[in-house]
Antibody, heavy 120, light 108 residues
Framework: QVQLQESGPGLVKPSETLSLTCAVS??????????WSWIRQRPGKGLEWVGY???????YFNPSLKNRASISFDTSESRFSLNLESVTAADTAVYFC????????????WGQGALVTVSS | EIVLTQSPATLPSSPGETVTLSCRAS??????IAWYQQHPGQAPRLLIY???VRATDVPQRFSATGSDTDFTLTITRLEPEDFAFYYC???????????FGGGTKVEI
C-alpha cells in the first residue's frame, strides 16, 4: 500500500520560502508511470492545484503562482519536495501531496496534509 | 484556464435519499474528470476517475456520467458517512493544467 507523508515547518514568515517534503513509502518514486503533485486548501476553502512533477522530471505549475513554485525529486530518499518563494498570508493553507497514475485522471493516493501558516 | 462550476453549493439531504451533483466545465474536457469526497480535517478520497470509473473500494452506490462539458455524480441511498464535501477535477492535455470545482457540500 502506497503511503505519502508531508513534513516541513508549520510557520513561515512573509517574503520567505515555504519548503515541504513528501515521503513516499510502499512504492518506488523513481518508477515510471506516475505523476506527483502538490495541492493546497486554504482555511475553509476548496482545493487548489499547486503543481506536478512527472516521472520524466518535467514540472508544471498553476499559473496563478506566478513562477514562485518549484518541485524536485530525491529518488534516493523516495521523496519529492515543494518550494514556494516570497510567501504571503494568502499562501496559508493545508498542503497535500498526492500521486496520479499516468494516463488516469485522478489522484489515487494522498498524504494527510500539512498546515503551513504564513505569519510574522 | 478551464473553470469547473459545481452545483448546488450545498445539498440538504437525508439518509436513504438519492442525490445528484453537477459539474460543468467552461470548455470541453472530454472525459478527463475525477470526483473526490472529503470529510473535514481529512485528505480527499478519489471516488471516480476518467469521468465514470469507480476507484478501488468505492461502493457501487457512487456512480458518475458525462463527457464534454457536463458531468454528474449520483449517490444512491445515502449512508451517514456520505455526508461530506465533493469536488470534481479536470486536467487539460497540454500544457498539463489542473483545476478543481468549488465543491458541493452534502449535508443532513
Amino acid at each position: 500500500q502506497v503511503q505519502l507523508q508531508e513534513s516541513g515547518p508549520g510557520l513561515v514568515k512573509p517574503s520567505e520560502t515555504l519548503s515541504l517534503t513528501c515521503a513516499v513509502s510502499g512504492g518506488s518514486i523513481g518508477r515510471g508511470g506516475y505523476y506527483w503533485s502538490w495541492i493546497r486548501q486554504r482555511p475553509g476553502k476548496g482545493l487548489e492545484w499547486v503543481g506536478y512533477i512527472f516521472d520524466t522530471g518535467n514540472t508544471y505549475f498553476n499559473p496563478s503562482l506566478k513562477n514562485r513554485a518549484s518541485i524536485s525529486f530525491d529518488t534516493s530518499e523516495s521523496r519529492f519536495s515543494l518550494n514556494l518563494e516570497s510567501v504571503t498570508a494568502a499562501d496559508t493553507a493545508v498542503y497535500f501531496c498526492a500521486r496520479q497514475r499516468a494516463l488516469i485522471i485522478g489522484f489515487d493516493f494522498w498524504g494527510q496534509g500539512a498546515l503551513v501558516t504564513v505569519s510574522s | 484556464e478551464i473553470v469547473l462550476t459545481q452545483s448546488p453549493a450545498t445539498l440538504p439531504s437525508s439518509p436513504g435519499e438519492t442525490v445528484t451533483l453537477s459539474c460543468r466545465a467552461s470548455e470541453s474536457v472530454a472525459t478527463f474528470i475525477a470526483w473526490y469526497q472529503q470529510h473535514p480535517g481529512q485528505a480527499p478520497r478519489l471516488l471516480i476517475y476518467d469521468a465514470s470509473v469507480r476507484a478501488t473500494d468505492v461502493p457501487q452506490r457512487f456512480s458518475a456520467t458525462g463527457s464534454d462539458t457536463d458531468f454528474t455524480l449520483t449517490i444512491t441511498r445515502l449512508e451517514p458517512e456520505d455526508f461530506a464535501f465533493y469536488y470534481c477535477q479536470q486536467r487539460s492535455n497540454w500544457p498539463p493544467q489542473l483545476t478543481f470545482g468549488g465543491g458541493t457540500k452534502v449535508e443532513i
